[in-house]
């Protein structure tokens, strides 16, 4: 049996800027981190006891036998892009999906790594990440950027620059004490509201053509928001940087934000709160907010109908924490 632990992230700045049809032309970059909260894998062969072939536990429960018959469709296209057979595989989450953290991305990272190494494959963080991406965007045809995946595999506070020949992951340089005092300054709650990602990212995906000059202005708060932590500039200023970029996004397309979310919003910043945003693709998820210290207990306050999710930073990316070698003599696949 296989058991690997994938983080979730949270995006700050460059939103957007990861869609190929904008970094192909204009680069992009993206300021973003992992933090404490994960996705589990666990994979094994499924032992021929039964009179299906595979077995899969998420939100259902689903068995098949052939691969055309697997209804979710990233497990379907993994299977068949890593051609793995008889498998039985179980996800379990610390957070809800469809909640703005990249937990679909995560997901497909965490199933790539489980089913590598079920296979005895060492397989680096690059190749995961790059794997994800085209099992996601290319054999799923699902709308969205790069970010999520990349930051799945790799783990920490990076910035992730894109543009026609790929990517580059670079940390954040940081000393531990900066990075522990950002961390008590940011709030994160549950909205209680969960949507379907691609269907924002269909919509970012027309927007990101008509909305060029929001986008170049987004891209350009990467730099500032990166001199801002890595320097002894005041940290309120990247709370400040995070309203305004959330204020770019909110007018990019009317479905990322809504009336309750823009309620909330400004609660949040009646009580003291600096800036903050929605994560992931918007619609709902998860509110990110920027407090200082002495404003944190009114923001809790203000926010004290919505789940607060503690939360720490998080370095390691996707790995292995639990493997048991099994012996299985692959057959040919019945159909």
């Known amino acids: 049996m296989i058991i690997t632990r994938t983080p979730f ?11 190929a049809g904008f970094y192909e032309h204009h680069g992009g970059s993206v300021i973003s981190t992992t933090f404490d909260k994960y996705c ?26 052939r691969l055309e018959d697997i209804e979710h469709p990233l497990i379907r296209n993994a299977m068949r892009f890593l051609d793995m057979r008889e498998i039985r595989l179980a996800y379990d989450a610390d957070l809800p999906a469809r909640s703005g953290l990249g ?44 970010q999520d995946q990349i930051a799945a ?9 894109f543009g026609p020949s790929g990517y580059t992951v670079s ?9 522990r005092e950002l961390n008590e300054r940011l709030l994160l ?28 202005e987004m891209l350009s708060l990467v730099d500032e928001a990166e001199g ?23 007018g990019m397309t009317d479905v990322i934000s809504n009336s309750s979310i823009d309620g909330l919003y400004r ?33 809790m306050e203000a926010m004290k109908d919505l789940v607060h999710i503690p939360f720490r930073f998080e370095t390691e990316g996707t790995r292995v924490i639990y493997y048991e070698h099994e012996s299985w003599d692959q057959v040919a696949h019945k159909q």
């Open 228 to 250: 801002v932590l890595t320097s002894q500039k005041p940290l309120s200023e990247f709370g400040r940087l995070l309203d305004y970029t959330w204020r770019l996004k909110r």
């Open 267 to 299: 609660k949040a910043l009646g009580a003291g709160a600096l800036g903050g945003k929605l994560l992931g693709a918007g619609g709902g998820g998860f509110l990110l907010l920027y407090a200082e210290p002495d404003r944190r207990g009114a923001v």
């Open 9 to 19: 992230r949270m995006s700050f700045f460059g939103g957007g800027t990861d869609f």
């Open 103 to 146: 937990t679909s991305s995560s997901f497909a990272v965490g199933m790539l790594h489980a089913f590598h190494v079920l296979k005895g494959e060492s397989v680096s963080k690059r190749q995961l990440a790059d794997e994800a991406i085209y099992v996601e965007r290319t054999l799923c045809g699902e709308a969205g950027g790069v």
């Open 40 to 65: 589990y894998i666990s994979t094994r062969h499924l032992p021929r006891f039964f009179d299906y072939e595979n077995q899969f536990a998420y939100s259902k429960i689903e068995t098949a036998s």
């Open 171 to 179: 940390p954040l340089i940081m000393g531990q004490a900066r990075k």
């Open 189 to 216: 709650f549950f909205t209680g509201i969960s949507r379907y990602s691609f269907q924002i990212q269909e919509s970012m995906k027309r927007a990101v053509e008509d909305k060029e000059k929001n986008l170049l």
């Open 153 to 161: 595999a790799f783990g920490g506070f990076n910035r992730i620059d």
